[in-house]
Nanobody, 119 residues
């Protein structure tokens, strides 16, 4: 059974930091690109970041570049998103997702974790 389980969300003040984690199971983790995608209230899904299967290559949306860092640990089947200098507009549900082919459809999704940036 495939599972992607996110954790680490919460309430943080503007300028603060959070680290999201996603634990994967039930599929061959190293065969997949891993992504973070978010959905703000009343808005459509927004791609945030991708990482390739080895962890050597990463991609970021312009809105988070320089503030967020994606990483993966293939020994532990986990992917993380370090979020610094958080802004109120980063408030969203953050989803972990897996895809075999970059920029194709997502094969697996997590249940999401809420991030709220507010003073």
């Amino acid at each position: 059974q495939v599972q992607l389980v996110e954790s680490g969300g919460g309430l943080v003040q503007p300028g603060g930091s959070l680290r999201l984690s996603c634990a994967a199971s039930g599929f061959i983790f190293t065969n997949y690109f891993m992504s973070w995608v978010r959905q703000a209230p009343g808005k459509t899904l927004e791609w945030v970041s991708d990482i390739d299967s080895t962890g050597d290559t990463t991609y970021y949306a312009d809105s988070v570049k320089g503030r967020f860092t994606i990483s993966r640990d293939n020994a532990k089947n986990t992917v993380s998103l370090q979020m610094n200098s958080l802004k109120p507009e980063d408030t969203a549900v953050y989803y972990c997702a897996a895809q075999r082919i970059l920029k194709s459809r997502y094969d697996y999704w997590g249940q999401g974790t809420q991030v709220t940036v507010s003073s």
